[in-house]
């Protein structure tokens, strides 16, 4: 309930700051078109007339945003790899539910070979092991399409910067701020994922799936203002509706963004990104543009179309299909009763003085 509060009152703020001016120009190009079965779907509309995108989804997916290279040019797996894919996906979650010796390695409970992801949430000191992921259970279907990768490029990669590099595929920053790690000196200077504050790569934008757990969205819509509250660390965005960017200079946390419908298409514009929340290497210039549309009664279509001239000698982008939540998002609680952060900085510190201890004592009296 009090997520449910905190996300109308930010509409109903949104109402009151943001003006009424329609946007100057047209988004650029969706990723990918619906295919025509999907064509003939309409929408329901709200209240106020607007197509209904509200209510609770999940982006939950064993696909990944990037493509198997083995795959090449393939966007959609054939029905044997869909199913093996599944099957192992089960196979995983039956193996990661047995008991378990608390004295095992964490990385391979059961002789159980862990995704990478997996592997980088449970293979350290108190990480988790395979029952406290939900990183979703099906590959990703759009158009009924099982999708290899998020991604729609030619290869479902990234593609290579202006300068000829490549920028990492998770460069979201250290859990969430986009950052690096930061100091072990100060709780501050820790990463504000880890200090559950924000968690980027589920509120975006782009909105991607975290491949852990609690890639949930709750969708609030009024006549001037679509909010979405992300599960994750309990991030809101606030669209406003048919407003202008701000020019003012100021860079707000996960961008500027406006929205305007195209048809039955809600289109969200953001731009004036932060230095720290750089999204592979680009911000400065960066516009990110994302396509809502409901599709089926069951299905929010999503793509999005990342744009930096900087960076990018030209746009490219990926697209998902949300899935109904079957429940609602309650408050996240993430650092209650934790005490991650003071063993982390008290290591740190730990290692710092083992690593002076011999000049140290190099100096004492006596030496």
């Known amino acids: 309930m009090a997520g449910r509060n905190m996300v109308l009152g930010a509409v109903a703020g949104a109402l009151v700051i943001y003006g ?19 064509a003939a779907y309409k929408a329901p509309r709200t209240a106020f007339g607007q197509p209904d995108l509200a ?37 995983q979650v039956v193996a990661g539910n047995r008991s378990t010796d608390p004295n095992a390695p964490v990385n391979a409970p059961n002789g159980l070979e862990l ?15 395979r029952g406290w992921l939900d990183p979703g ?74 491949g852990f757990y609690n890639n949930n969205y709750y969708i609030v819509q009024t006549p001037g203002a679509v909010v979405i509250e992300v599960e994750m660390v309990h991030d809101v965005r606030v669209v406003p509706l048919n407003a202008r960017h701000r020019t003012d200079g100021l860079r707000p ?54 744009s930096d001239p900087e960076t990018w000698s030209e746009p490219w982008g990926g697209e998902y299909e949300f899935s109904p939540l079957h429940g609602r998002i309650y408050e996240y609680a993430c650092h209650e009763g934790n005490y991650s952060l003071p063993g982390i900085l008290v290591g740190g510190r730990a290692e710092q003085e083992k690593a002076v201890a011999p000049a140290v004592a190099a100096k004492a009296p006596g030496s």
Not at 21 to 37: C, I, Q
Not at 174 to 182: H, I
Not at 263 to 284: C, I, R, Y
Request: contains cysteine; aromatic residues 8%; proline residues 8%.
């Open 20 to 38: 009424a001016a329609a946007p100057a120009s047209s988004a650029p190009a969706a990723p990918a078109k619906a295919p025509a079965k999907t």
């Open 115 to 129: 995704k990478p992801s997996f592997a980088a949430a449970g293979g350290d000191v108190g990480g988790y092991n």
């Open 137 to 210: 259970h099906t590959v990703m279907r759009v158009g009924g399409q099982p999708r290899s990768s998020l991604l729609i490029t030619r290869d479902g990669q990234v593609p290579q910067r202006r300068n000829g590099t490549s920028a990492p595929v998770n460069d979201y920053g250290g859990e969430g701020s986009r950052g690096p790690l930061g100091s072990f000196d100060n709780v501050e200077e820790r990463p504000l994922g880890e200090r559950c504050i924000a968690f980027g790569r589920n509120v975006g934008p782009p909105m991607l799936p975290n």
């Open 253 to 306: 946390w996960a961008g500027d963004s406006i929205g305007w419908w195209d048809g039955d298409t809600l289109v969200v514009e953001t731009t004036n990104f932060p230095k720290a929340q750089a999204f592979m290497g680009s911000w400065k210039t960066l516009k990110i543009t994302e396509r809502f549309t409901r599709t089926a009664k069951d299905r929010l279509r999503y793509g999005f179309t990342v």
């Open 55 to 91: 209510g609770f989804w999940s982006s939950a997916t064993l696909t990944p945003m990037t493509r198997d290279r083995k795959l090449g040019d393939r966007l959609v797996l054939t029905p044997g790899e869909t199913e093996a894919l599944e099957k192992d996906e089960a196979s």
